[in-house]
């Protein structure tokens, strides 16, 4: 009878934890989180840690998880999305450079959605671009003016 008991105990406990698996795949799963460390260097406060985000999914959020070491905590920005590696810009003011499609669901226009102190958090459109894998170039900046930056991509697979 104990072992029936069990039996039927560890039977629960597996269908719930396979609902909890199931539940996290559709409502998180292809989420992308990426670390961004800033650091003060040499008297001025700089992304010193950065990662890239392999294969992004289209309908899930990209989130840049900021490490922010600076004090004060330095304003953090993402920006220049672009298609092209070798356009520049000074700055993460820009939502995009070079006509690229600006492959997020939040208004392109308000930098508020890209930069917070804490985290930054996309969701990248399900449609409205492109088909196939894209490879996006972006900028991090850090200041109040977004303008020190560095360079990591972003690919988004179909």
């Not at 008297?43 to 992004?56: F, L, N, Q």
Request: aromatic fraction near 6%; charge should be positive; proline fraction near 5%.
């Amino acid at each position: 009878m104990a072992s029936k008991n069990l039996g039927r105990l560890v039977g629960g406990i597996a269908v719930i934890l396979g609902v909890i698996v199931v539940f996290k795949l559709l409502m998180g799963g292809g989420d992308r989180d990426t670390q961004v460390v800033v650091d003060d260097t040499q008297g001025r406060c700089d992304v010193s840690t950065k990662s890239d985000i392999p294969d992004a999914k289209r309908n899930k959020f990209v989130r840049w998880i900021i490490d922010n070491r600076c004090r004060p905590p330095q304003l953090v920005t993402v920006g220049n999305f672009r298609t092209d590696p070798s356009l520049s810009a000074n700055d993460c003011s820009q939502a995009t450079l070079g006509g690229a499609a600006w492959p997020f669901q939040e208004d392109e226009t308000q930098i508020i959605h890209r930069q917070n102190r804490n985290r930054i958090s996309l969701k990248i459109k399900a449609s409205q671009l492109p088909g196939g894998t894209l490879t996006y170039y972006f900028d991090i900046c850090t200041g109040d003016r977004a303008e020190n930056k560095s360079d990591p991509r972003l690919v988004i697979d179909p």
